[in-house]
């Protein structure tokens, strides 16, 4: 990883919630819509936040991203998006939609995964689904952002969880970290909601 990016991110990480924003710009469908969203998220899920400076926390590292984080907000992009492919749909039942990124390997410039200080903390997927990620989604340990997207349509149920490894675009051995975590925030939503509609259409056994 470019020593640029690295610094950015010891930057950002002590900054928290204060670092500035860079919203991701989201292409969103202009549809005549009666859906009716029941937004259930729990609250923070809205809200950025760095969760924890302790470094032996499984927390460390890891930022939440708020819902000013996308224009127009995830939400009404997911609304949009799922009325266009559904326009006959009554309900959308929001449980979870968030995004968080985890640079504790970075941050910590070792290993989460094994060695003597870290051997006894099991930081990955079966900890929590939401902010961590297993050794074979990322075996570089890169910073790496993580979608989760739960929730129901008419009572059809989806429940979606995507990763996207955060590294410059087109080659570049330099890039801005805020651009790249905006833009991650864009591909994961996509992915996640197109994922969503199809279950809708086909579940999943």
């Given at each position: 990883?470019?020593?640029v990016?690295?610094?950015?991110?010891?930057?950002?990480?002590?900054?928290?919630?204060?670092?500035?924003?860079?919203p991701?710009?989201?292409?969103?469908?202009?549809?005549?819509?009666?859906l009716?969203?029941?937004d259930?998220?729990?609250?923070?899920?809205?809200?950025?936040?760095?969760?924890?400076?302790?470094?032996?926390?499984?927390?460390?590292?890891?930022?939440?991203?708020?819902?000013?984080?996308?224009?127009?907000?995830?939400?009404?992009?997911?609304?949009?998006?799922?009325?266009?492919?559904?326009?006959?749909?009554?309900?959308?039942?929001?449980?979870?939609?968030?995004?968080?990124?985890?640079?504790?390997?970075?941050?910590?410039?070792?290993?989460i995964?094994r060695?003597p200080i870290?051997?006894?903390?099991e930081?990955?997927?079966?900890?929590?689904?939401?902010?961590?990620?297993?050794?074979?989604?990322?075996?570089?340990r890169?910073?790496?952002?993580i979608?989760?997207?739960?929730?129901?349509?008419?009572?059809?149920p989806?429940?979606?969880?995507?990763?996207?490894?955060?590294?410059?675009?087109?080659?570049?051995?330099?890039?801005?970290?805020?651009?790249t975590?905006?833009?991650?925030?864009?591909?994961?939503?996509?992915?996640?909601?197109?994922?969503?509609?199809d279950?809708?259409?086909?579940?999943?056994?």
């Amino acid at each position: 990883m470019n020593k640029v990016f690295s610094l950015s991110l010891v930057i950002l990480a002590l900054s928290g919630c204060t670092a500035p924003v860079h919203p991701a710009k989201l292409d969103v469908p202009d549809v005549n819509t009666q859906l009716q969203v029941k937004d259930l998220r729990p609250k923070e899920q809205s809200q950025t936040e760095m969760l924890s400076y302790i470094s032996s926390s499984c927390l460390y590292g890891i930022k939440r991203f708020g819902d000013e984080w996308s224009t127009p907000d995830k939400v009404t992009y997911l609304k949009a998006t799922i009325s266009k492919a559904f326009p006959e749909a009554k309900s959308l039942e929001l449980k979870n939609l968030v995004f968080y990124d985890n640079m504790q390997y970075a941050l910590r410039n070792g290993n989460i995964f094994r060695g003597p200080i870290w051997e006894l903390i099991e930081c990955d997927q079966a900890t929590d689904k939401f902010t961590q990620y297993t050794p074979a989604e990322n075996p570089s340990r890169l910073p790496i952002m993580i979608g989760t997207l739960d929730g129901s349509l008419d009572g059809k149920p989806f429940s979606e969880r995507m990763t996207k490894v955060l590294t410059c675009d087109d080659g570049k051995n330099e890039c801005n970290i805020l651009d790249t975590q905006g833009n991650a925030i864009k591909t994961l939503l996509e992915g996640m909601t197109k994922r969503a509609i199809d279950d809708i259409r086909t579940p999943r056994n």
